[in-house]
């Protein structure tokens, strides 16, 4: 049973540019979030996707937005880069029912922008 | 005030000791608590799941949690060598599937 996977698993970026980081999640999960971790930091919520909809948001400005697709399948985008948003954006799937599901991460994505 | 609190650490103890991490938490609102470990690197991994408060046991790990103080613990029994990594923790207000505020993580290394 194949877990989350991330693609690609490092990327460099120049500033002022746009980036599109992929994600599959686990078998039977239909939940797709993604979270944004700086070094030594924890990961940040940057939003949530379920049934190809956004259902919730982080404090991301919207130069963060993404799409789910129908296979539950999951892009985050990022439009013009600011050397800031280097980090390991990780994605993080989950079956939406009842409350004590639980989240599983991908390896993540390792972006640098120059 | 960050939502989530935890020491960055890092936090050296031998092979063998009990080690007792922490968390607190400002937003009364949270009742989901969870533990990720993460090694250099890689995704974040769940060792521990709790709603509300109360305790719970897991092979050598134990996680508490104490809403009335909104303080959260993991306790490692018997450390290992292997143990040796960032622990973070979690927590969200609507179920284990809505968005987690993370803690910055600490760094535990358990010297062999």
């Known amino acids: 049973d194949a877990g989350v996977t991330q693609s690609p698993t490092h990327l460099i970026k120049t500033r002022g540019q746009q980036v599109t980081l992929r994600c599959s999640p686990k078998?039977?999960?239909?939940?797709v979030s993604w979270y944004q971790q700086a070094l030594g930091q924890g990961p940040q919520f940057i939003f949530q996707?379920?049934?190809?909809?956004?259902?919730q948001r982080g404090n991301f400005p919207d130069r963060f937005s993404g799409h789910q697709f129908p296979n539950y399948s999951s892009e985050l985008n990022v439009n013009a880069l600011l050397l800031g948003d280097s980090a390991l954006y990780l994605c993080a799937s989950s079956l939406r029912v009842g409350r004590q599901e639980t989240q599983y991460f991908g390896p993540g994505t390792r972006l640098l922008v120059l | 005030q960050k939502e989530v609190e935890q020491d960055p650490g890092p936090l050296s103890v031998p092979e063998g000791a009990i080690v007792s991490l922490n968390c607190t938490y400002s937003?009364?609102?949270?009742?989901?608590f969870m533990w990720y470990r993460q090694y250099s690197r890689k995704g974040p991994e769940l060792l521990m799941y709790?709603?509300?408060?109360g305790n719970k046991e897991d092979g050598r790990f134990t996680a508490q949690v104490d809403k009335s103080s909104k303080y959260i613990s993991l306790f490692i029994r018997d450390s290992q060598p292997s143990d040796s990594a960032t622990y973070l923790c979690a927590m969200t207000s609507g179920g284990g599937a809505d968005g987690l505020t993370f803690g910055k993580g600490t760094h535990l290394i358990i010297q062999p």
């Open positions: 078998s039977g999960h239909d939940t």
């Open positions: 937003n009364s609102a949270f009742q989901y």
């Open positions: 709790t709603y509300s408060s």
């Open positions: 996707y379920y049934e190809e909809e956004e259902r």
